[in-house]
């Protein structure tokens, strides 16, 4: 990445940021980065903002995106059963919105059926394609963002390189990665992930997923399938997974798995008022989450468990990486005060106490919005470089 790409992506990340600082960040020298911040300012691509509050000393100048860029972005922020679409500026601001749209991505016309939605969206928001930098699409399974190939799929099925068909229909320059690690990039950029150079990023929604941040940096692994949380082997039932393995940890450690035994236990005639939300919430881990806000007995142990098993393959992943944090992100984030303490005694029992105790467990703050923040923030690593351009 040039020294002005990277100058840019700092700045709608930070928003406003000093030459001091920027020289910091990059490890560039002064000269070097005044010289590239004026060349932006000839260019409008950043502004002025003044100086900054006083410390004692000389006040520096502040600069960021100027406000009055017209780029845009287009993310897809899909999952196991729903998918949202954003369209968001520069500033961070989104602009337009659907979320929750009803896919299951094991319908064989899922792919087609996001294709038909995205050009919806495209067409209902009046987007003007020639201002979109790029499209951003997060999808959970084992994608290969090099390739863009999500191979979890087979290659008849759209979604086995859904980056090309949409780069193909559209004609916008389209980056596709999984989903967890696109969580963990905006717990990084946005999150609890920020002061910590070393985390693992639990995305619980209806599976279970894991990005690792080493050395402040997205661990891909050698062929980019790095961070398959849910598939170690750590689960006493026999269920089948969608994997097609049975004994994965995602079968008793999923949003999905604490619904299953949440609507189980219902049938046998145990109370729960998920029965009752679910008949007026079309998203059944939102009648879950509510649940367990009103305090639902039944599903507050329905949760509990999923934490204690999340926290069981934690303490598997502390004695290989030692990271200095754990952070729940995703959906389930919600209902993290449940969660933590579960995992913790988890930890507590199943791990070195030297390690447990170094490491620390956060709930992100971040929620189901850091699918669209990490799918964004895709494109902008990518994609910066088109505002120099257009």
Known sequence: ???????????????????????????????????????????????DKGLAASTGGRRA?????????????????????????????????????????????????????????????????????????GVGISIPGFVNSTTGINSSYTEDNPLYNLKKIVETEFNIPTVIDNDSRCVAWAEKEFGSGINSTHSLVINLNWGVGLGIII?????????????????????????????GKRGCLEVEAS????????????????????????????????????????GDQLVIYQIGKIGFMIGK????????????????????????????????????????PRIARMTEIEISNLHKTAQQKGTTALVVEHYINHILTN
Request: charged fraction near 20%; include cysteine.
């Open 1 to 47: 990445m040039e020294l002005k790409e990277k100058i840019l992506t700092y700045l709608y990340y930070l928003k406003e940021q000093s030459i001091a600082g920027l020289s910091k960040s990059l490890s560039k020298s002064t000269p070097i980065v005044t010289k590239a911040i004026n060349e932006l300012l000839d260019q409008r691509i950043i502004v």
């Open 61 to 133: 100048a502040l600069y960021s995106l100027n406000e009055n860029l017209d780029n845009l972005i287009v993310s897809i922020s899909i999952d196991q059963f729903y998918t949202s679409i954003h369209l968001s500026n520069l500033q961070q601001e989104i602009l337009g919105e659907e979320v929750d749209i009803k896919l299951d991505l094991t319908d064989p016309t899922a792919g087609v059926a996001i294709l038909t939605h995205l050009r919806i969206f495209i067409e209902n928001n009046h987007i003007d394609t020639k201002k979109v930098i």
């Open 313 to 352: 393959g934690i303490s598997t992943l502390l004695h290989i990486l030692n990271p200095n944090k754990i952070i729940i992100s995703g959906r389930g984030a919600e209902i993290g005060n449940i969660l933590a303490p579960q995992i913790q005694n988890a930890m507590n029992e199943f791990s070195i």
């Open 255 to 294: 949003l999905k798995s604490a619904i299953d035994q949440t609507e189980i236990s219902i049938q046998q005639g145990e109370y729960s008022i998920y029965s009752t939300l679910i008949k007026t919430m079309s998203n059944k881990s939102n009648a879950l989450i509510e649940a367990a806000k009103i």
């Open 215 to 243: 050395n402040g940096e997205i661990f891909t692994g050698a062929t980019g399938f790095a961070g398959e949380f849910s598939h170690i082997p750590l689960s006493n039932t026999n269920s089948l997974c969608s994997c």
